[in-house]
């Protein structure tokens, strides 16, 4: 299904692998098999891509923002609109494949970790869909500043458990659906949102989110006659990132851009840069890029969004940022929060937090690549679940 | 490579007396940064025949809401790997009890695997055991600790695949921990009624001694595991005693334990 096929070890160059208790291995293995097979079978593809037509809206379109290009100084912006999915992010693209694929196991629980709330929503949503048990397990600090989600969570059936562990944000709730996965293995599924994680994780997500980079890349030529001179996204874990990277890999005259969180700047510790100041490690099953200190302990992260709160990247970036063909930098909070504004009031869309990070960074750089033809942006999800925590940050009466 | 030998010798010596090995686990630095070497001594002193000292991990994904509880308790006491193998140092001053490094991965990756290891040796240290690099994961680092003289402890679950299980023991030594119930670590009311028949697989294809743990809370199921295992594990329950009655409570929990086993 894509370009880059992990090593033998089922590794990005170095980086991935299996670091996980014991008792996980043959669930490992199960799912490894059971995504092969999957993955090469018409009828799975087939069936995953009419429920991302019909149920989830796919494809999505690729809109020419020109007031945004106006004020970034670059004629040709394309938003890839991820938001436009239903559940309002790229989540869901994941979360139907990897379901489906549950069902094919003959796993009828599911359980998965949220930050933000959009992955928790896209995993209850496929739930409700086949008639799946739900447990999410969310941060208590992301249920606090994402009370629509869970709510939104609670509404499609799931039991969202709250973890008051450690720094009770996405790190602690991926520890919690990993204990609750050890505990339960052989009749759960886990479904993790993002491309991190023990191997297969990282490929099959990416796989299943790579249908963003396809379209983007069908859809720009199709458009403008050419590739983009760039394409940016912003990375937490990254699946949206290499999601749309993943069909331009071999195009080497397209520059791959992820835009981190720099929190309230690098230089204060706060933030959630792991490319861009981490050191390899191993967390969550896999060797990546960490947020850690001198005696590798894991250092908490920091966002205003909480879906890029995460101390750790997934293996296939740190490989990408590696071998050069991928690059990476960070804006803050405050530049995320404008951009938050501008593009809200530029062209009517309301972006989520998280991908309001590339759209502030598209912000910046934009007018270097003028010259140079069409950028693209990737818009992974909406807004709305954002709104009330922005307006609180700003002064404002919570919302809801 | 056979410089685990106060493990090995602990094993032959205790199945030459028809006894089961007593493996308590204890977070170092918990519960306080001074508790560890005088725990170390009790602990010997009432029957432990090998101690598993747990480096403590932020993230300790494999551990029940006890274990999370003293690992992040130790790291606010400012429990480093370095200090770690200082208390073991000291403690091995004169004191011949096999000590077992129990440790997520990337404490010892950010160490240094060889300075670690070398280092972990001259502290004294018999053994290790890394919760998140089960067999395969990761044959460098792997080989190099099998190359080095600490024991390398696998651990086998009863998720492992049946053909999976002579692999799993490659490049291990010392005992094997089998994992007696999937979940994570914690005490538990009901252990595996299907023990013994577990154990007996095991055995048939695994020749190290096999030290059972996960969830063993009471003498009475320590008595039950010490009539079929090797070796019993004790870690949850023995870090609740501690907190309920210090070094004392923690050392008379595990005399209970002793007792029990050696009465059943």
Redesign the interface.
Same mark, same amino acid.
């Given at each position: 299904m894509s370009t880059e096929t992990p090593t033998p070890m089922n590794r990005f160059g170095p980086f991935g692998?299996?670091?996980?208790?014991?008792?996980?291995?043959?669930?490992l293995?199960e799912l490894s098999s059971a995504y092969d097979e999957a993955a090469s079978d018409q009828k799975f593809s087939s069936e995953v891509g009419s429920l991302l037509r019909d149920f989830g809206g796919r494809p999505t379109a690729l809109y020419h923002a020109k007031r945004l290009g106006e004020a970034a100084g670059h004629p040709s912006i394309y938003l890839k609109r991820e938001d436009l999915n239903h559940t309002g992010a790229h989540k869901i693209n994941n979360t139907i494949g990897q379901a489906l694929l549950a069902i094919r196991m003959g796993k009828r629980r599911i359980i998965a970790e949220t930050g933000a709330g959009q992955h928790g929503v896209a995993t209850a949503t496929a739930c409700a869909l086949f008639d799946l048990e739900c447990i999410v397990y969310m941060g208590e600090e992301d249920v606090e500043r994402q009370a629509l989600n869970v709510y939104r969570m609670k509404l499609l059936g799931a039991e969202v458990r709250a973890v008051g562990?450690?720094t009770r944000t996405l !790190?602690?709730a991926t520890?919690e659906a990993?204990?609750d996965w050890?505990?339960?293995? /052989?009749t759960t599924h886990y479904i993790i949102g993002s491309v991190v994680g023990p191997d297969p994780f990282p490929r099959m997500v990416r796989d299943f989110q790579a249908v963003i980079g396809r379209e983007t890349r069908e859809q720009i030529l199709e458009i403008t006659g050419r590739l983009p001179s760039a394409v940016f996204a912003c990375v937490g874990g990254g699946s949206n990132a290499i999601g749309i990277f993943d069909s331009f890999l071999s195009d080497k005259e397209v520059r791959l851009i992820g835009v981190e969180a720099a929190g309230t700047g690098i230089e204060t510790g706060q933030h959630a840069a792991s490319l861009a100041v981490g !050191?390899p490690?191993?967390?969550?099953?896999s060797f990546s890029y960490?947020l850690?200190d /001198?005696?590798?302990?894991?250092s908490p992260a920091h966002s205003v969004s909480a879906g890029l709160d995460y101390p750790g990247v997934g293996p296939e970036h740190s490989y990408l940022k590696d071998i050069g063909r991928a690059e990476y930098t960070a804006v803050t909070d405050q530049d995320a929060l404008d951009a938050f504004h501008r593009l809200a009031e530029l062209e009517g869309i309301i972006p989520a937090l998280e991908s309001a990070h590339a759209i502030a960074y598209v912000l910046k750089v934009a007018a270097k690549y003028r010259n140079d033809g069409p950028v693209v942006v990737c818009l992974s999800g909406r807004g709305d679940k954002d709104v009330s925590h922005v307006a609180q940050i700003e002064g404002n009466e919570p919302l809801v | 490579m056979d410089d685990d030998v106060l493990i090995s010798k602990s094993f032959k010596l205790l199945g030459s007396e028809g006894r089961t090995a007593l493996i308590p686990y204890v977070t170092a630095g918990y519960p306080t940064r001074d508790a560890t070497v005088p725990l170390l001594e009790r602990l010997k002193d009432v029957g432990a025949d090998i101690v598993e000292l747990g480096i403590p991990?932020?993230?300790?994904?494999?551990?029940?809401?006890t274990i999370?509880r003293s690992s992040?308790a130790a790291?606010e006491n400012g429990t480093?790997?370095a200090s770690v193998l200082d208390d073991l140092r000291t403690f091995r001053d004169g004191n011949d009890l096999p000590i077992v490094l129990f440790s997520?991965?990337?404490?010892?990756?950010?160490?240094g695997l060889e300075a670690f290891l070398s280092d972990a040796v001259t502290a004294g240290a018999d053994g290790i055991l890394l919760?998140?690099?089960?067999?395969g994961?990761?044959p460098e680092v792997e080989a190099r600790i099998s190359e080095s003289p600490l024991a390398l402890i696998r651990?086998?679950?009863?998720?492992?695949?049946s053909e999976?299980v002579p692999k799993?023991t490659r490049g291990g030594s010392g005992f094997v921990y089998y994992?007696s119930r999937?979940?994570?670590t914690g005490a538990r009311v009901k252990l595996r009624e299907s023990l013994a028949e577990e154990l007996g697989q095991i055995r048939s294809v695994v020749s190290l001694p096999v030290a059972v743990g996960f969830g063993i809370s009471t003498p009475e199921q320590a008595a039950s595991v010490a009539g079929v295992a090797d070796g019993v594990v004790i870690g949850s329950a023995l870090i609740e005693a501690l907190d309920k009655g210090g070094i004392d409570g923690g050392a008379d929990f595990l005399h209970s334990i002793r007792i029990g086993m050696d009465r059943g």
């Amino acid at each position: 299904m894509s370009t880059e096929t992990p090593t033998p070890m089922n590794r990005f160059g170095p980086f991935g692998g299996r670091y996980v208790p014991e008792t996980l291995i043959g669930a490992l293995d199960e799912l490894s098999s059971a995504y092969d097979e999957a993955a090469s079978d018409q009828k799975f593809s087939s069936e995953v891509g009419s429920l991302l037509r019909d149920f989830g809206g796919r494809p999505t379109a690729l809109y020419h923002a020109k007031r945004l290009g106006e004020a970034a100084g670059h004629p040709s912006i394309y938003l890839k609109r991820e938001d436009l999915n239903h559940t309002g992010a790229h989540k869901i693209n994941n979360t139907i494949g990897q379901a489906l694929l549950a069902i094919r196991m003959g796993k009828r629980r599911i359980i998965a970790e949220t930050g933000a709330g959009q992955h928790g929503v896209a995993t209850a949503t496929a739930c409700a869909l086949f008639d799946l048990e739900c447990i999410v397990y969310m941060g208590e600090e992301d249920v606090e500043r994402q009370a629509l989600n869970v709510y939104r969570m609670k509404l499609l059936g799931a039991e969202v458990r709250a973890v008051g562990s450690g720094t009770r944000t996405l !790190k602690d709730a991926t520890n919690e659906a990993i204990r609750d996965w050890v505990t339960s293995v /052989e009749t759960t599924h886990y479904i993790i949102g993002s491309v991190v994680g023990p191997d297969p994780f990282p490929r099959m997500v990416r796989d299943f989110q790579a249908v963003i980079g396809r379209e983007t890349r069908e859809q720009i030529l199709e458009i403008t006659g050419r590739l983009p001179s760039a394409v940016f996204a912003c990375v937490g874990g990254g699946s949206n990132a290499i999601g749309i990277f993943d069909s331009f890999l071999s195009d080497k005259e397209v520059r791959l851009i992820g835009v981190e969180a720099a929190g309230t700047g690098i230089e204060t510790g706060q933030h959630a840069a792991s490319l861009a100041v981490g !050191k390899p490690g191993v967390l969550h099953g896999s060797f990546s890029y960490l947020l850690q200190d /001198e005696d590798g302990q894991v250092s908490p992260a920091h966002s205003v969004s909480a879906g890029l709160d995460y101390p750790g990247v997934g293996p296939e970036h740190s490989y990408l940022k590696d071998i050069g063909r991928a690059e990476y930098t960070a804006v803050t909070d405050q530049d995320a929060l404008d951009a938050f504004h501008r593009l809200a009031e530029l062209e009517g869309i309301i972006p989520a937090l998280e991908s309001a990070h590339a759209i502030a960074y598209v912000l910046k750089v934009a007018a270097k690549y003028r010259n140079d033809g069409p950028v693209v942006v990737c818009l992974s999800g909406r807004g709305d679940k954002d709104v009330s925590h922005v307006a609180q940050i700003e002064g404002n009466e919570p919302l809801v | 490579m056979d410089d685990d030998v106060l493990i090995s010798k602990s094993f032959k010596l205790l199945g030459s007396e028809g006894r089961t090995a007593l493996i308590p686990y204890v977070t170092a630095g918990y519960p306080t940064r001074d508790a560890t070497v005088p725990l170390l001594e009790r602990l010997k002193d009432v029957g432990a025949d090998i101690v598993e000292l747990g480096i403590p991990f932020s993230d300790p994904l494999a551990d029940g809401p006890t274990i999370q509880r003293s690992s992040f308790a130790a790291l606010e006491n400012g429990t480093t790997v370095a200090s770690v193998l200082d208390d073991l140092r000291t403690f091995r001053d004169g004191n011949d009890l096999p000590i077992v490094l129990f440790s997520y991965l990337n404490p010892i990756l950010a160490y240094g695997l060889e300075a670690f290891l070398s280092d972990a040796v001259t502290a004294g240290a018999d053994g290790i055991l890394l919760t998140d690099l089960p067999t395969g994961a990761d044959p460098e680092v792997e080989a190099r600790i099998s190359e080095s003289p600490l024991a390398l402890i696998r651990l086998i679950a009863p998720t492992t695949p049946s053909e999976r299980v002579p692999k799993v023991t490659r490049g291990g030594s010392g005992f094997v921990y089998y994992i007696s119930r999937t979940g994570v670590t914690g005490a538990r009311v009901k252990l595996r009624e299907s023990l013994a028949e577990e154990l007996g697989q095991i055995r048939s294809v695994v020749s190290l001694p096999v030290a059972v743990g996960f969830g063993i809370s009471t003498p009475e199921q320590a008595a039950s595991v010490a009539g079929v295992a090797d070796g019993v594990v004790i870690g949850s329950a023995l870090i609740e005693a501690l907190d309920k009655g210090g070094i004392d409570g923690g050392a008379d929990f595990l005399h209970s334990i002793r007792i029990g086993m050696d009465r059943g």
